[in-house]
């Protein structure tokens, strides 16, 4: 037990264990259809990319709208390394995701002093500006017929594994991030951040690694999705229903939980998939209806109805509840969301 | 000099409608402290309003004004009553209200879609290719008339809040809520009515929008971002504030035609945005309550 931190609990190491192996062995073992099992891995993506948006929207109360920044550039940039240099495909996404994490810190930086609906708002305008200049800027992005990737037989079941790999991974940073030192930092700066400035706690920091640590993850689920999808064009991967995505997911599942944005992931695929094949004009406003009722009636998303039916059935300790609702609760706790850190505006 | 001249006039039309469309979100973040994502949404709305009293009883889309404030004021009204008030008032609720309206807004442009389909459309009159000449400058009769309709509803909203009993109510409620309940101010019906009032601004903003540009659903999205700039520059709530903050984004945006390519110029109020949300927070002439 000494080999790991204090917060790691050996049951969530078990059952994050348990469900890789699950997760690994699941198609062989059901022998899924090709269809199904790329179903699979597109679900495993959105689940690591959701996580990543948590840790801007949930764990530091900082929603993005403008993610799929990152998302594309990661994207943009590894297809072209894959293209240009042939790359090995991993050494193309980490690229790609440095890459991302740099654009993110460029104009993270400064607006992340900005709270709340400030830094929400500012973050549309990056996102939207980013996806006019790409769009235009064909040397990157080749424009808007988009890119190509050479299709090798085979990668796509391949690419199941490394999906997985990759959400197992930023499953345990989310844990970390929440149970760690520094993860309660990220909750103090998310309930004050001028009291939290005061005991010692750097926001501008700590901040700007969350982003780092975001933009990267994002960046890298960016560039796999070039690989998976084999053509990629600006509209798509720069588009404002990307970002949007990823709120839903989070906002769906519940903001601020680990469990949450994961569930919210999954049911966003499930339900685009169904809702694209069914009523392929009304997709955009069920989402928006879904966020509606979420935001009016249950604003933790599905965490919260799980955490209300547990409270009916006595499943869960009051106080234990309470800290869970408090760490995932949407916004901060900030006096002025348009007050700048550390000190009058 | 010439083109310098007709580049300041056409900033000065275009800042009017900007001005409209800004007052309307800073008046409700003034006073509910909510932004209103859905602004663009509204502003999308009264174009289409217009649009369809103009296609199907060839109604002018001036003469349609007083029937798409009404709506869009009603509309907001709905909005606030259904759905706005009953989310947590300060900071906790600032992102709850953000994304709420954000999900109005994704709504309303599915609406759209499905009514309108996703075509561009434009109002056209017999008069939109008409211009006036003057001191050697030729102006668009239409911008003409939307710079001074825009000028007289700030005007007119100018002396509603500064000389009525419901404006000054309205203004007080942005300064304190609590002590206005103390002295008998109906704090959560000014809010219904702001709410209504910013709204109505943003349809009259889509209409009048909607008679110099074409549009689609998606229409009210670069709006939305421009009047946040234009808030943020100016400050919340004062009349001269928003009318010098949108004309210095018209500028911008007009010029940017002379120094960038064409396609980059949609940028540029984004670009901004950012510029002025980080350098200037406060706003150019600090922040300042309604009046």
Redesign the interface.
């Given at each position: 037990m000494k080999l790991l931190p204090h917060w790691v609990s050996r049951p969530a190491l078990v059952a994050l264990l348990a469900a890789l192996v699950v997760g690994a062995v699941l198609p062989k073992v059901l022998g899924l259809s090709v269809y199904s099992q790329n179903q699979v891995t597109e679900t495993f993506l959105f689940v690591a990319a959701a996580l990543a948006w948590n840790w801007m929207g949930g764990y530091l109360?900082q929603?993005s709208f403008g993610h799929s920044a990152m998302f594309g550039l990661g994207g943009f940039i590894s297809a072209r390394l894959l293209l240009a240099l042939h790359l090995p495909f991993w050494l193309a996404w980490i690229v790609g995701g440095l890459v991302a994490a740099a654009y993110a810190l460029v104009?993270g930086h400064?607006?992340l002093?900005?709270r709340?609906?400030?830094f929400?708002?500012?973050t549309?305008?990056?996102g939207?500006?980013t996806r006019?200049?790409m769009?235009?800027w064909e040397d990157l992005t080749g424009g808007s017929s988009g890119l190509s990737l050479p299709i090798t037989p085979g990668l796509k079941s391949e690419l199941y594994w490394w999906a997985l790999a990759l959400m197992a991974l930023v499953i345990a940073a989310s844990y970390s991030l929440r149970k760690s030192t520094f993860g309660l930092g990220l909750l103090a700066i998310k309930s004050d951040v001028d009291a939290a400035a005061d005991v010692g706690i750097s926001p501008t920091l700590m901040q700007d690694i969350v982003l780092l640590l975001s933009g990267f993850t994002v960046g890298v689920c960016g560039a796999f999705y070039a690989s998976y999808q084999n053509f990629i064009e600006p509209g798509d991967m720069f588009g404002?229903d990307r970002s949007?995505s990823f709120?839903l997911m989070a906002?769906i599942g519940g903001v601020g939980t680990i469990i949450g944005p994961a569930l919210g992931a999954v049911v966003f695929v499930m339900l685009r998939q169904y809702l694209i094949g069914s009523y392929p004009?009304?997709y955009?406003?069920?989402?928006?209806?879904?966020?509606?009722v979420v935001?009016?009636f249950e604003?933790l998303g599905m965490m919260g109805l799980f955490f209300r039916i547990a409270r009916r059935f006595g499943l869960m300790r009051p106080e234990v509840e309470a800290t869970l609702e408090a760490k995932a609760?949407?916004?901060?706790?900030?006096?002025?969301?348009?007050a700048?850190q550390g000190g009058a505006? | 000099m010439q083109r310098f001249t007709e580049l300041v006039v056409a900033a000065v039309l275009l800042a009017g409608l900007y001005a409209t469309m800004a007052y309307g979100l800073g008046l409700i973040y003034g006073v509910l402290r909510v932004v209103n994502l859905n602004h663009g949404g509204i502003i999308m709305a009264g174009a289409y309003i217009g649009w369809l009293l103009h296609e199907k009883f060839g109604i002018d889309p001036y003469l349609s004004i007083p029937v798409v404030v009404a709506v869009s004021f009603v509309l907001g009204i709905a909005i606030y009553r259904g759905l706005v008030r009953h989310l947590p008032r300060g900071p906790a609720g600032a992102v709850q209200s953000l994304l709420l309206l954000f999900g109005v807004w994704l709504v309303l442009r599915n609406a759209a879609y499905l009514l309108f389909t996703g075509n561009d459309q434009t109002i056209r009159t017999e008069y939109s290719t008409r211009s006036l000449a003057a001191f050697g400058l030729a102006v668009s009769v239409n911008r003409v008339a939307v710079f001074g309709i825009a000028v007289l509803t700030l005007v007119v909203l100018h002396l509603f809040l500064t000389r009525t009993f419901t404006g000054k109510a309205i203004r007080a409620v942005a300064q304190n809520a609590d002590s206005c309940t103390l002295v008998g101010v109906d704090v959560e019906r000014i809010y219904s009515l702001t709410f209504g009032i910013g709204t109505a601004l943003a349809g009259l903003a889509g209409l009048l929008g909607a008679s110099l540009f074409s549009f689609n659903p998606s229409y009210g999205s670069g709006d939305l971002l421009k009047s946040f700039v234009i808030v943020v520059l100016g400050g919340l709530g004062s009349v001269m504030g928003t009318a010098v903050a949108a004309l210095i984004l018209a500028l911008v945006e007009v010029f940017a035609i002379l120094a960038l390519p064409a396609y980059l110029t949609g940028a540029v109020g984004f670009v901004l945005l950012v510029l002025v949300l980080v350098l200037r927070p406060g706003g150019l002439f600090g922040q300042r309550v309604l009046g």
């Amino acid at each position: 037990m000494k080999l790991l931190p204090h917060w790691v609990s050996r049951p969530a190491l078990v059952a994050l264990l348990a469900a890789l192996v699950v997760g690994a062995v699941l198609p062989k073992v059901l022998g899924l259809s090709v269809y199904s099992q790329n179903q699979v891995t597109e679900t495993f993506l959105f689940v690591a990319a959701a996580l990543a948006w948590n840790w801007m929207g949930g764990y530091l109360g900082q929603v993005s709208f403008g993610h799929s920044a990152m998302f594309g550039l990661g994207g943009f940039i590894s297809a072209r390394l894959l293209l240009a240099l042939h790359l090995p495909f991993w050494l193309a996404w980490i690229v790609g995701g440095l890459v991302a994490a740099a654009y993110a810190l460029v104009w993270g930086h400064p607006t992340l002093r900005l709270r709340g609906p400030y830094f929400s708002i500012a973050t549309i305008g990056v996102g939207e500006a980013t996806r006019l200049v790409m769009t235009y800027w064909e040397d990157l992005t080749g424009g808007s017929s988009g890119l190509s990737l050479p299709i090798t037989p085979g990668l796509k079941s391949e690419l199941y594994w490394w999906a997985l790999a990759l959400m197992a991974l930023v499953i345990a940073a989310s844990y970390s991030l929440r149970k760690s030192t520094f993860g309660l930092g990220l909750l103090a700066i998310k309930s004050d951040v001028d009291a939290a400035a005061d005991v010692g706690i750097s926001p501008t920091l700590m901040q700007d690694i969350v982003l780092l640590l975001s933009g990267f993850t994002v960046g890298v689920c960016g560039a796999f999705y070039a690989s998976y999808q084999n053509f990629i064009e600006p509209g798509d991967m720069f588009g404002f229903d990307r970002s949007i995505s990823f709120v839903l997911m989070a906002v769906i599942g519940g903001v601020g939980t680990i469990i949450g944005p994961a569930l919210g992931a999954v049911v966003f695929v499930m339900l685009r998939q169904y809702l694209i094949g069914s009523y392929p004009q009304l997709y955009l406003g069920i989402y928006g209806l879904l966020l509606i009722v979420v935001i009016l009636f249950e604003p933790l998303g599905m965490m919260g109805l799980f955490f209300r039916i547990a409270r009916r059935f006595g499943l869960m300790r009051p106080e234990v509840e309470a800290t869970l609702e408090a760490k995932a609760a949407v916004g901060g706790g900030a006096a002025d969301p348009g007050a700048r850190q550390g000190g009058a505006p | 000099m010439q083109r310098f001249t007709e580049l300041v006039v056409a900033a000065v039309l275009l800042a009017g409608l900007y001005a409209t469309m800004a007052y309307g979100l800073g008046l409700i973040y003034g006073v509910l402290r909510v932004v209103n994502l859905n602004h663009g949404g509204i502003i999308m709305a009264g174009a289409y309003i217009g649009w369809l009293l103009h296609e199907k009883f060839g109604i002018d889309p001036y003469l349609s004004i007083p029937v798409v404030v009404a709506v869009s004021f009603v509309l907001g009204i709905a909005i606030y009553r259904g759905l706005v008030r009953h989310l947590p008032r300060g900071p906790a609720g600032a992102v709850q209200s953000l994304l709420l309206l954000f999900g109005v807004w994704l709504v309303l442009r599915n609406a759209a879609y499905l009514l309108f389909t996703g075509n561009d459309q434009t109002i056209r009159t017999e008069y939109s290719t008409r211009s006036l000449a003057a001191f050697g400058l030729a102006v668009s009769v239409n911008r003409v008339a939307v710079f001074g309709i825009a000028v007289l509803t700030l005007v007119v909203l100018h002396l509603f809040l500064t000389r009525t009993f419901t404006g000054k109510a309205i203004r007080a409620v942005a300064q304190n809520a609590d002590s206005c309940t103390l002295v008998g101010v109906d704090v959560e019906r000014i809010y219904s009515l702001t709410f209504g009032i910013g709204t109505a601004l943003a349809g009259l903003a889509g209409l009048l929008g909607a008679s110099l540009f074409s549009f689609n659903p998606s229409y009210g999205s670069g709006d939305l971002l421009k009047s946040f700039v234009i808030v943020v520059l100016g400050g919340l709530g004062s009349v001269m504030g928003t009318a010098v903050a949108a004309l210095i984004l018209a500028l911008v945006e007009v010029f940017a035609i002379l120094a960038l390519p064409a396609y980059l110029t949609g940028a540029v109020g984004f670009v901004l945005l950012v510029l002025v949300l980080v350098l200037r927070p406060g706003g150019l002439f600090g922040q300042r309550v309604l009046g």
